[in-house]
């Protein structure tokens, strides 16, 4: 790391056992273990490995990553069978009726529509994909905790967007500061502890995300998918 802060990179990833070493020479063809031997002790030459490469230094990026996700309920657990734009064949049409499946009409045309037992049976799976997922990050090599530090769930999607945002500091103009908006109408949110430690807030509780999950499962349940 340099005295700036910043810090060299990488794509080197040769201490994971599932990533080969491959050296190509100037045409792309892969050179054999006698032929880069060769390469390595050519008199003159400066690069006497071929082992990880490191980029200029660079900043490390930091911050908070926000993300939405809309449920079209209408669309959920629903099937067309409209005829002019098929989305299934027709076996497959009839073999969902046999398995319980109801013919139905939504907005988009005639519809099949996943009966209650399957609905009640991949609501749960579906909250909880949408809540326990996590990303990585590329500038950590081994394990990148991310923690999700809230969630608002809301039928408004203007609110949403308003309820987790930021807002530029007054201070220096390449930095925002976080805000999670605790008290809109209209829009359920859940703060998690680790919130905390990088947000004014003031609902953090240890089982936000448990009733976050909960909340998602009682709003996929309530929607009447037979009967819109």
């Given at each position: 790391?340099?005295?700036?802060?910043?810090?060299?990179g990488?794509?080197?990833r040769s201490?994971?056992?599932?990533?080969?070493?491959?050296?190509?020479d100037?045409k792309?063809?892969?050179?054999?273990?006698?032929?880069?031997?060769?390469?390595?002790k050519?008199?003159?030459?400066?690069d006497?490995?071929?082992?990880?490469?490191w980029?200029?230094p660079?900043?490390?990026?930091?911050?908070?990553f926000?993300?939405?996700?809309?449920?079209?309920?209408?669309?959920?657990?629903?099937?067309?069978t409209?005829?002019?734009?098929?989305?299934?064949?027709?076996?497959?049409?009839?073999?969902?009726?046999?398995?319980?499946?109801?013919?139905?009409?939504?907005?988009?045309?005639?519809?099949?529509?996943?009966?209650?037992?399957?609905r009640?049976?991949?609501?749960?799976g579906?909250?909880?994909?949408?809540?326990?997922?996590?990303i990585?990050?590329?500038?950590?090599?081994t394990?990148?905790?991310?923690?999700?530090?809230?969630?608002?769930?809301?039928?408004?999607?203007n609110?949403?967007?308003?309820?987790?945002r930021?807002?530029?500091?007054?201070?220096?103009?390449?930095?925002?500061?976080?805000?999670?908006?605790?008290?809109?109408?209209?829009v359920?949110?859940?703060?998690?502890?680790?919130?905390?430690?990088?947000?004014?807030?003031?609902?953090?509780?240890?089982?936000?995300l448990?009733?976050?999950?909960?909340?998602?499962?009682?709003?996929?349940?309530?929607?009447?998918?037979?009967?819109?």
């Amino acid at each position: 790391m340099d005295s700036s802060g910043g810090e060299a990179g990488s794509f080197d990833r040769s201490e994971r056992p599932n990533n080969a070493v491959i050296i190509r020479d100037e045409k792309g063809n892969i050179l054999t273990e006698e032929e880069i031997d060769v390469v390595l002790k050519t008199e003159g030459n400066t690069d006497r490995s071929l082992g990880r490469k490191w980029l200029n230094p660079a900043e490390r990026a930091t911050g908070l990553f926000v993300f939405d996700i809309a449920i079209d309920l209408r669309r959920l657990f629903s099937v067309s069978t409209n005829q002019l734009e098929p989305e299934m064949a027709d076996s497959t049409i009839g073999k969902l009726k046999e398995e319980g499946w109801i013919e139905s009409k939504n907005v988009f045309g005639p519809c099949l529509v996943a009966p209650m037992a399957l609905r009640a049976k991949w609501i749960p799976g579906l909250a909880k994909a949408i809540l326990n997922w996590r990303i990585t990050s590329n500038q950590s090599r081994t394990f990148s905790l991310m923690d999700t530090l809230a969630v608002s769930i809301s039928d408004n999607a203007n609110l949403i967007a308003g309820s987790i945002r930021a807002k530029l500091s007054e201070e220096d103009s390449k930095k925002a500061d976080p805000i999670i908006d605790e008290g809109l109408t209209g829009v359920d949110t859940f703060i998690s502890l680790q919130a905390g430690g990088f947000i004014h807030t003031k609902g953090e509780t240890a089982d936000a995300l448990e009733r976050a999950e909960k909340a998602l499962i009682e709003k996929m349940m309530a929607f009447d998918y037979e009967n819109q």
